[in-house]
């Protein structure tokens, strides 16, 4: 017979332990994308997203002086949208 036992104490520090990592990571989610992010968060280049993507009409684009900046989960939801489409 195959007896199992666990630590509970162990158990609950490795699960303190990973929900703190993830917890973290949420925490340091970008509010707003540029453009360098929105490249690299869809693997697509800046001249491909600038002629198909950003221009598009619903698309969230903001400009802040010169710079182009969109907020991180509109954009998120609109290109899971969009990329259904293309």
Same mark, same amino acid.
């Given at each position: 017979? /195959?007896?199992?036992e !666990? $630590? %509970?104490?162990? /158990?609950?520090?490795?699960?303190?332990?990973?929900?703190?990592?993830?917890? $973290?990571?949420?925490?340091?989610?970008? !509010?707003? &994308?540029?453009?360098?992010?929105?490249?690299?968060?869809?693997?697509?280049?800046?001249?491909?997203?600038?002629?198909?993507?950003? =221009?598009?009409?619903?698309? %969230?684009?903001?400009?802040?002086?010169?710079?182009?900046?969109? %907020?991180?989960?509109?954009?998120?939801?609109?290109?899971?949208? &969009?990329?259904?489409n =293309?």
């Open positions: 017979m /195959i007896r199992v !666990v $630590d %509970p104490e162990f /158990i609950e520090k490795e699960f303190k332990a990973a929900l703190k990592k993830r917890l $973290d990571e949420l925490e340091s989610e970008k !509010v707003f &994308w540029d453009m360098k992010t929105l490249a690299q968060k869809t693997s697509m280049s800046i001249s491909h997203l600038e002629k198909h993507v950003i =221009y598009q009409p619903g698309f %969230p684009l903001h400009r802040v002086g010169k710079k182009r900046i969109f %907020p991180a989960k509109e954009a998120q939801e609109f290109l899971l949208d &969009w990329v259904k =293309y």
